[in-house]
């Protein structure tokens, strides 16, 4: 995924649960 699908997960998008991760890590 990417910084974009991360930020749109932070909304709700729990698939790139991951994605989120990397970015806060």
Do not use: E, K, P
Request: aromatic share 16%; charged share 10%; proline share 0%.
């Amino acid at each position: 995924a990417t910084a974009v699908a991360s930020n749109a997960g932070i909304v709700g998008y729990s698939g790139d649960f991951f994605t989120r991760i990397a970015i806060f890590t």
